[in-house]
């Protein structure tokens, strides 16, 4: 159920991006459980339509926004629909990403065109646009999410992890830029987890390695966690939420780790 103001106006408003599925649709559903009215965005009308139909069973305030984030205009429209349901914007959630398994020496443009457009370009115009917001408030909070390989050399996942470089770079830029506005921005590091894109991503690198055997490759690679297994989505959906509505007020610029250790470093 959203909580209001005196004014009957929902008293925290949030954006999600990526909210088609995965960790994207469970911090919704957190944070609409939290009281927030949520916007949800994504490229993906379907899976968008399943995640605001799983919102509304839940009581509360939902705004669809479905778009192409890296298109120019959309980041800015995005945010600018969520204004103009709730008269401003308390949280934004960076969860939109995309990523492709292929060698570095075999690398496309293609690929890397499309991985810094959205992971990079489309949440930086996204903290641009929801900080402007938020300077006016004087109150605010920005979480993109990032990811352990941006400090790792992974040749087959470079362009993704050179992205996420970029985010760890964007949010601590931005929340030096915001600070003296009361807005606070951070960013989340999840591990290994059960979605969509994770399962994807170990099948073509496991394809790619000449792995036949699928399961005894995920299970290598959950060997290298040191708590000795993979997180849920639901956990790191606490962590995210924390962020957005917990966290102390004079915790900005930082990353949080939710690796289970792999980003021990």
């Not at 106006?9 to 009215?37: D, F, H, I, M, N």
């Not at 290298?224 to 297994?229: E, K, S, V």
């Not at 915790?251 to 289970?260: D, F, I, K, P, Y």
Request: aromatic letters at 4%; glycine letters at 8%.
């Amino acid at each position: 159920m959203t909580t209001t103001d005196k004014n009957n106006r929902p008293s925290r408003r949030a954006l999600v991006t990526g909210a088609a599925g995965g960790l994207g649709r469970e911090v919704s559903r957190q944070l609409l459980e939290r009281g927030c009215a949520v916007a949800i965005c994504d490229i993906d009308a379907k899976g968008l339509a399943d995640t605001e139909q799983l919102l509304l069973k839940q009581g509360g305030e939902v705004e669809c926004i479905v778009c192409d984030l890296t298109t120019e205009d959309a980041p800015q429209a995005a945010v600018e629909r969520a204004v103009a349901r709730w008269g401003g914007l308390d949280v934004l959630v960076n969860n939109a990403g995309y990523g492709v398994i292929e060698p570095f020496l075999e690398a496309t443009h293609k690929a890397w065109t499309r991985t810094l457009a959205l992971n990079v370009t489309a949440l930086a115009m996204l903290c641009k646009a929801a900080g402007r917001v938020m300077r006016e408030q004087r109150s605010g909070r920005i979480i993109n999410i990032t990811s352990p390989g941006s400090r790792m050399a992974l040749p087959d996942y470079t362009a993704y992890t050179a992205s996420k470089a970029g985010v760890d770079s964007i949010t601590r830029a931005a929340a030096v830029a915001l600070a003296p506005y009361g807005v606070l921005v951070n960013s989340l590091a999840p591990g290994m987890m059960d979605t969509e894109m994770q399962r994807s991503t170990e099948m073509e690198m496991a394809r790619i390695n000449g792995r036949s055997d699928l399961q005894a490759f995920l299970d290598e690679r959950t060997q290298r966690i040191p708590l000795g297994r993979r997180a849920s989505v639901d956990e790191i959906a606490q962590a995210v939420v924390w962020l957005c509505l917990d966290a102390p007020p004079y915790m900005t610029a930082e990353r949080l780790n939710m690796s289970g250790g792999l980003d021990k470093d």
